[in-house]
């Protein structure tokens, strides 16, 4: 079965400081990749997306995220955090051919101490 | 403009009860999707409505959930028999065709006591 794969449930880091959360999924086949993030109590908002074209895209709020056709990766990156971005963070991947559903990451809890 | 909205935003129920989740769409989206996200877990795919008609439920887990949608625009999700494993949120997305980007309603919190 199709997966996606995110390693990290937690990620502490520093105001100011870079942020990496991983995202691998399981097939080479083609993909549509999204990454969504979740608010406490609120529900999921689209980060960004990456449909075709480029492998940098770059998304709301300074987020950027970069495909990895080789290594079926697609890993969300800020150059420098906030405290308001401490929220949970989904990695979804759509397979072509696999109809219209999202399979999600099972989240990585981004934590922004001062 | 106006979300995804879903109501009630919190269900108690006793298990072996009948409950239904509604979720109103944002107004023109022909897609409707359900999710359930489990504690500590990514939303896991339910069902998908294109319009009136459900065009793929190979997510609901058995025969206890089903889903409607009569008229293209506010769907019902409704679950026979609860059990105490069916609690979780349950979310309801929607987007303007089958393949624009989804958006997503606060959810639903289902607990089964």
Redesign the interface.
Known sequence: AQSVTQLDSQVPVFEEAPVELRCNYSSSVSVYLFWYVQYPNQGLQLLLKYLSGSTLVKGINGFEAEFNKSQTSFHLRKPSVHISDTAEYFCAVRWTGGGNKLTFGTGTQLKVEL | GA??SQTPSNKVTEKGKYVELRCDPISGHT?L?W?RQSL??????LI?FQGTGA??D??LPNDRFFAVRPEGSVSTLKIQRTERGDSAVY?C?SSLT??S???????TRLTVT
């Open positions: 979300g995804v897609a999707y999710y500590g877990q990514g939303p896991e795919f998908y065009a793929d190979s997510g979310l997305a089958g393949d980007p989804l958006h997503f309603g606060n959810g």
